[in-house]
């Protein structure tokens, strides 16, 4: 080959490769902190300016949930939890009615097993977000007693922005919902700036909009005893993928784990499963999911499943066993070698 012939050959393949950079479609992505995790936006097919733009009001949109939703420290939440134990009426703050009355309706699908209400337990174990967890587990007469005193959302009455609490025992505790319910919001507001192909990421539960280009968007599902990642979901169009597992918070005294999802009838943590992973539209549905199903464990799951309305689900058991059902298994492909011992189940 001449030089001249090189020259041409080169210039082509750089044109080409340019040609290939173009039809890539640019990718945005952002990362920070909210709700104790890491939140990662990424938007695929838009201006970078514009989705930059998207980005900076997702972040502030966590910022306000995660500090108007802190149970006990100076929020609008806190604030209600105190009015909650008069029994009086008061004016609920704005943000909170809404993300009350859809939680009610799920608590309500999940029999009472995915359960806000039971702020003050969960504050007992120290597994609220403003404290470490006790060394030990609390008292049992004073478990017994708030597990006897039942609250549920059932007790709150709503008047148009007023509400009262029959029960006051009842604390709003949204740990186990407002990163679900958070994702729904902001990709709401995500949706409202044109923008199709995006997904939100907060600590491994996420909602994904679209397509990654031409691919299906690729979600890790941790294994919950550790060694990486178990399986990948391909998840493409509006999907939520959640996860509820007993390694988030937890302490171990005298050779038991003690997690922090609490089963609201016992006052004690879950027993019988390790993980379970929900996908479904909705992040909202599938983060309190998530959680009812990890309290239902192992002969319940699927009952409570198909009263909440999901069809997709994932579970770990204690023995390291997997079982999902039919629809759930389409889309999910393990990562470990040898994979897990697996069962497809079919749901009532
Ligand atoms: P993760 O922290 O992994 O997202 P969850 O969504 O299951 O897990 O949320 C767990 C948190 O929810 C706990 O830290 C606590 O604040 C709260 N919680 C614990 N048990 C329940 C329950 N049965 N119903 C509602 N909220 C709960
Ligand atoms: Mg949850």
């Not at 173009?22 to 952002?30: A, F, N």
């Not at 006051?168 to 995500?190: N, Q, S």
Request: glycine share 8%; hydrophobic share 45%; proline share 6%.
């Amino acid at each position: 080959m001449s030089w001249r012939q090189f020259t041409w050959a080169a210039l082509l393949v750089a044109a080409l490769l340019l040609g290939a950079c173009d039809t890539e479609p640019p990718v945005t992505s952002r990362t920070f902190l909210a709700f104790g995790t890491l939140v990662e936006v990424t938007i695929v097919g838009t201006e970078p300016k514009q989705a930059e733009q998207a980005i900076g009001q997702v972040q502030q949109e966590f910022e306000y949930m995660h500090r108007t939703w802190q149970p006990w420290d100076a929020s609008a939440l806190a604030r209600m939890n105190m009015l909650l134990t008069t029994g009086a009426w008061f004016s609920a703050a704005p943000s909170v009615l809404p993300l009350l009355q859809q939680a009610a309706e799920l608590e309500r699908a999940s029999g009472g097993r995915f359960n806000p209400a039971i702020g003050k337990l969960i504050k007992l174990w120290g597994f609220d977000e403003s404290d470490q967890p006790t060394a030990q587990p609390p008292p049992k007469d004073e478990i017994a007693s708030l597990v006897a005193a039942k609250p549920s959302l059932a007790d709150i009455e709503i008047d148009g922005i007023r509400v009262r609490s029959t029960n006051p025992a009842v604390a709003l505790d949204f740990g186990a919902f407002a990163k679900g319910y958070g994702v729904d919001r902001t990709i709401e507001l995500l949706r409202r700036h044109g923008i199709e192909n995006a997904i939100i990421n907060a600590g491994g539960d996420l909602r994904a909009i679209g397509s990654h280009g031409d691919r299906a968007w690729r979600i890790g599902i941790r294994a919950p005893r550790g060694g990486g990642i178990l399986a990948a979901v391909e998840i493409s169009g509006d999907q939520s993928v959640f996860t509820s597992g007993d390694y988030e918070r937890f302490f171990e005294f005298q050779g038991q784990r003690y997690h922090h999802i609490l089963d609201p009838a016992t006052g004690y943590p879950a027993r019988g499963l390790t993980s379970v992973t929900v996908m479904t539209r909705e992040g909202a549905r599938a983060d309190a999911a998530a959680t009812a199903l990890f309290v239902a464990g192992p002969d319940h799951w699927r009952q409570v499943a198909a009263d909440m309305g999901v069809e997709r689900v994932m579970v770990v058991l204690a023995d390291g066993s997997v079982q999902m059902t039919a629809r759930m298994a389409e889309h999910m492909h393990f990562e470990q070698d040898p994979p897990p011992q697996t069962t497809v189940v079919s749901t009532p």
